[in-house]
């Protein structure tokens, strides 16, 4: 894409992403996400009724009586969007590819942490971490993001989600909320999976087409694995190898979501072509309520 192309699809993302943000998502990502955690606000005498475990015996020691650390709900949260560009996203039989939905996803949710003031940040990779944007706040910053996420060259093919989420554990130290984006077309990082999910807030979204899941009766095709790029030719009119690659992409598929499941990992599957902020709406509603039981 040319300079003014990018810019004019920057603007009509960020209009449609606004749009669907004030009238949808940024309450259902408030009440999910705001109010996570604490932090310290001051040190004050003791009162009768407090909570003894909250005593700051050092700050009592030396003034000679007992005070108490107080805390107040943590205001902002740092959002990290960490967005696989590899090749195989570059794949769509939908008017858009999965990297293009992947990246419409990524502005609904910078847009949403934009809206309530929140720090975002994008960790772009493939077979490497391709571009890292720490984490802040604003309008302007919120559309750098999208730009990179919209016209970014990447140098890799592949997949590494290992290798990103071992870059995310050193350069975001503090806990943030991070939406891994990615076709999960990839081997080999369950248990960094794991531990990124025990320091951070970590959500999956899934990002899938649906010519992936099934092959049409075309007759002998000539394609290319697009992170290898090795040819292959297909027989479509075979039925025996139209059920062998469903059967593949059925067991691709069930792999990628046990990985998360015995991570813990809350997954969001969407599919190009499909109302994904609705799907993002009802995700959110229902870990909203999730959480809410947890918490009585």
């Not at 990502?29 to 700051?56: L, N």
């Not at 696989?84 to 769509?92: N, T, Y």
């Not at 690659?245 to 691709?252: G, K, L, V, W």
């Amino acid at each position: 894409m040319t300079p003014r192309e990018i810019l004019r699809k920057v603007r009509r993302l960020e209009i449609r992403t606004r749009r669907l943000v004030d009238e949808s998502l940024a309450g259902s990502y408030h009440s999910v996400f705001k109010g996570r955690g604490v932090e310290f606000a001051e040190v004050r005498e003791y009162r009768a009724g407090d909570d003894v475990r909250t005593i700051d015996w050092n700050v009592s020691a030396r003034m000679g009586d007992t005070f108490v650390k107080t805390f107040t709900e943590e205001r902002e949260l740092t959002v990290m969007l960490v967005v696989d560009a590899s090749a195989s996203g570059r794949f769509g039989s939908a008017p858009t590819t999965k990297l293009e939905t992947a990246a419409e996803i990524g502005a609904l949710l910078a847009f949403s942490a934009i809206r309530n003031n929140d720090r975002v940040g994008l960790l772009l990779f493939t077979d490497r971490v391709e571009r890292f944007v720490p984490p802040r706040k604003g309008r302007d910053h919120g559309l750098r993001v999208l730009r990179e996420l919209l016209a970014f060259e990447t140098a890799g093919r592949g997949t590494d989600i290992r290798g990103a989420l071992d870059v995310l554990r050193r350069v975001v130290t503090k806990r943030a909320v991070v939406f891994l984006i990615s076709d999960f077309q990839d081997e080999g990082y369950d248990r960094t999976l794991d531990i990124v999910n025990r320091k951070h807030d970590l959500v999956a979204i899934s990002v899938s087409d649906p010519r992936e899941q099934t092959l049409p009766d075309v007759g002998m095709v000539a394609v290319v694995d697009a992170e290898s790029g090795a040819p292959v030719l297909i027989d479509t009119g075979s039925a025996k190898v139209r059920h062998a690659f469903a059967e593949r992409a059925r067991r691709d598929r069930d792999r990628a979501r046990a990985i998360l499941r015995r991570a813990g990992v809350d997954v969001l599957e969407v599919s190009t072509g499909t109302d994904y902020d609705q799907a993002l709406v009802r995700f959110f509603r229902d870990r909203a309520r999730r959480v809410a039981r947890a918490g009585a």
